[in-house]
């Protein structure tokens, strides 16, 4: 059984989305780990890591959710095991996980540095088990040097099967090869792929809205598939937002207070992929109505449109298990952008 390492040097680097890509294009039978997890997702009064339960639900992986990690919590780890015990549930896991399997993907916290006070790091994992570690790197290309160097300097991994970097999430992929390609493998660096930047990747649905924030699906429930490309804060008279730029964009979600009837009215007007209404205030009888009819889902909170414009922009395009059209372009993005005969 191969044990893969998936790491990354900054957050939101796309490690999920980089092992989504494999697991559809590799062509084996794997498991899943994520050992420190750091997406906690509370659902049906139980804890786990979103991306272990993403895992599961593209795939149909054997296993449950919270088996996929050890712990949360810094405190926890350091209270139940120490070095030799943490080895010891690594290899638990990986047995109970990755039996019969071809392959099992181990993926790491946040960053490069995430778990280290706990021997849970994405370098300590890959010493723990004696699997191959692949770092996962995005940004600028400012950003993505900086990283690159750091590594190859200050970070141990003599001892490690280092098999390369993944760069992700890249604008310009012939000017970013042109300038930087030839510097990294100056460094004894190995590329293992350079995927391009997607625009797509980044909209979020309204269904992961509905899994990352506290909602009540009040109408609309046909169009939760919908894909959000804009989000506008309707703080203003319905008037004044017909006269915004932003409100002409397509596919926009409209957050507002449930009591703004004519800026919900004149956003079921338009082309909009969902409102979220504020402060827990339902509007009229007809507004809903009308909802139903155009498929425009509502979701009822209790926040004000500050909080919940401030959760949304916190959020990552995360994935959601029903966004098939993403997780389709992931397989063929690491298809055609990453030599997988390295891994």
């Known amino acids: 059984m191969d044990k893969l390492i998936i790491a990354s040097t900054r957050e939101n680097a ?8 494999m697991a559809k294009t590799l062509g084996k039978s794997f498991g899943y780990l994520k050992p420190f997890g750091d997406r906690l997702f509370y659902q049906k009064k ?5 991306d272990s339960a993403l895992m599961v639900n593209i795939f149909d992986l054997e296993g449950n959710p919270e088996d996929m990690s050890m712990a949360f919590e810094h405190a ?10 943490t080895k010891k549930k690594l290899s638990e896991m990986i047995s109970d996980i990755g039996n019969s399997k071809d392959l099992v993907f181990i993926e790491g916290g946040k960053d490069l540095m995430y778990g280290a006070s706990v021997r849970l790091d994405a370098i300590s994992l890959a010493r723990h088990v004696n ?20 590594v190859k300097r200050y970070v141990d991994i003599t001892d490690i099967n280092f098999k390369g970097v993944i760069i992700n999430k890249v604008q310009n992929l012939d000017d970013f090869e042109d300038t930087c390609l030839d ?25 992961s809205l509905i899994e990352h924030l ?10 939760l598939d919908s894909v959000v490309k804009n989000i506008f804060i309707g703080a203003m008279n319905a008037d004044d937002a017909h006269l915004d730029p932003l409100f002409k964009r397509e596919r926009k979600l409209i957050i507002t207070s ?26 009229a009888p007809n507004i809903i109505s009308k909802a139903a009819e155009s498929n425009i889902p ?12 401030s959760k949304i922009d916190r959020m990552d395009s995360v994935l959601s298990k029903n966004e098939t059209e993403k997780i389709d372009l992931l397989g063929k993005l690491v298809e055609e952008y990453v030599d997988t005969e390295k891994i």
Do not use: C, H
């Open 46 to 50: 139980r804890l786990w890591d979103y």
């Open 298 to 309: 509502l979701l009822l909170v209790s926040e004000d449109t500050y909080q919940v414009a």
């Open 214 to 223: 506290f909602v009540k699906v009040i109408a609309g429930e046909k169009g």
């Open 76 to 85: 926890k780890v350091r209270y139940m095991y120490d070095e030799e015990t």
């Open 14 to 21: 796309g490690k999920t989305s980089v092992i989504i890509g």
């Open 258 to 283: 449930g009591d703004r009837s004519d800026m919900i009215l004149t956003a079921l007007e338009s082309d909009t992929a969902g409102i979220i209404l504020t402060n827990n205030i339902v509007p």
């Open 131 to 150: 699997g191959e570690l692949l770092i996962v790197v995005s940004g600028d290309e400012g950003m993505i040097m900086d990283d690159l160097s750091f």
């Open 183 to 207: 510097s990294i493998k100056k460094m004894g660096i190995d590329v293992i792929g350079i995927i391009p930047q997607k625009p797509q990747l980044t909209y979020i649905s309204v269904n």
